[in-house]
């Protein structure tokens, strides 16, 4: 269970009736002892789901550009590469 901080942070926003109904009813099936606590564990869990996807897609991004630049780039192959390349022609011929 998480340890209790101080709370001196607030969050105001405006929603509409339906919204509001949803919300409670979803609270009510949750087992959330406040309405407040629903809410922010909701929010919370979405909001580390959104900045997750977000760094897997970065990382992706930088190994593309990893991958790209080996494969594409101007640097030439170094001298284990060279010498693997010659060991699979041999043995392949």
């Known amino acids: 269970m998480e340890a209790q901080l101080s709370k001196d942070e ?5 929603v509409t009736a339906t919204d509001k109904r949803i919300f409670r009813r979803a609270h009510e099936l949750s087992g959330d002892k406040s309405f407040s606590s ?13 900045i997750a996807k977000n760094d897997r897609i970065l990382a992706t991004q930088k190994d593309r550009e ?17 010498e693997a390349v010659s060991r699979y022609k041999s043995k392949k011929a």
Do not use: T
């Open 10 to 14: 607030r969050i105001e926003l405006r």
């Open 38 to 50: 629903f809410i922010v564990r909701i929010v919370k869990q979405k909001a580390e789901e959104i």
């Open 66 to 82: 990893v991958f790209f630049d080996a494969v594409f780039g101007d640097s030439k192959p170094n001298k284990n590469l060279v």
